[in-house]
């Protein structure tokens, strides 16, 4: 299978062993569902975590928020590094991240501990582009596209599965026990990944642009303080609205840098497109 080609060298993807094989596309689909299902976990757990640590329900919120904004932060970092030789790697010390934030989040930790566990666990999001493109370059061409719809398919499907198993077992044995079934899919995940991701096809290199990841997380954390902050509008207006002008100047100088970056984190040109544009509107 010929991969694409990158600074004009054609890099041919190696296909997995045949006993690999057979494990990768269940391996991709597992992972995908589950760093979905673990991300959501925030939503349905919201009243229960502000009552077991006592905080508000405002404050509650951000553990739903700052998973969303490190998910949102990561995928293009995590995309660009996935596009060099080094995938494996990016899969197996993020999903390690994950795990390492499940663990907090069921550890007898005060509530800002919590909140860092989360956004560990939110960086999980940024794998799912990454196990796209495994598909894309370790399965054949006939079934790489439906394996990518599935993953796409099954990423939601995540999602609205964590829903109703946290609320239940936030029920039956509290928010650390709904945190604790995260701890162990996502163990079970990153275990899987070992066993079944194979090395990235030779030939490719990779180039993160930190100056566009920074103002991007910068402009990202702003937007995200006042979706999650909805008071902000009702009791300080004015400094709501300087913080979504100064998101928005944030957002400028950074599709400004993107533009012109050789090795940008999205390619903010494919917007033209009209199938892309179409799709986001």
């Known amino acids: 299978m010929t991969g694409q080609p990158l600074g004009g060298v054609v890099v041919k993807a190696v296909p997995p062993a045949r006993s690999e094989a057979r494990l990768l596309v269940p391996a991709l689909l597992f992972i995908a569902l589950v760093v979905a299902a673990v991300a ?37 970092v995590l995309g660009r590094l996935g596009a060099g030789p080094h995938r494996r790697v990016t899969i197996l010390v993020t999903l390690a991240v994950v795990v390492t934030g499940s663990a907090l989040t069921v550890l007898p930790l005060p509530f800002a501990w919590l909140l860092a566990g989360r956004a560990a666990q939110g960086v999980g999001l940024g794998l799912t582009a990454l196990m796209m493109g495994v598909a894309r370059d370790h399965l054949p061409e006939e079934r790489s596209a439906g394996v990518i719809a599935l993953i796409s398919v099954v990423s939601i499907i995540g999602a609205g599965v964590g829903y109703p198993l946290a609320a239940l077992l936030a029920e039956l044995g509290g928010v650390r026990a709904a945190y604790g079934l995260g701890l ?52 300080h207006p004015a400094v709501a609205a300087c913080l979504a002008v100064v998101a928005v100047v944030l957002l400028c100088v950074w599709a ?26």
């Open 40 to 76: 959501s976990l925030g939503a349905p757990l919201i009243t229960s975590v502000a009552t077991s640590f006592h905080v508000s329900l405002g404050s509650a919120q951000w553990t739903l928020t700052v998973a969303l904004l490190s998910g949102a932060v990561a995928t293009p």
């Open 184 to 235: 162990a899919v996502t163990a079970a995940a990153l275990l899987t990944a070992w066993r079944s991701i194979p090395e990235a096809p030779e030939g490719r290199s990779a180039h993160v642009h930190v100056a566009g990841a920074v103002v991007l997380a910068a402009a990202l954390s702003l937007v995200l303080l006042l979706a999650g902050e909805r008071n902000l509008w009702s009791r």
């Open 256 to 281: 400004v840098i993107e533009l012109r970056s050789t090795t940008p984190l999205v390619d903010v040109r494919a917007v033209r497109h009209p199938a892309v544009a179409g799709a986001n509107l």
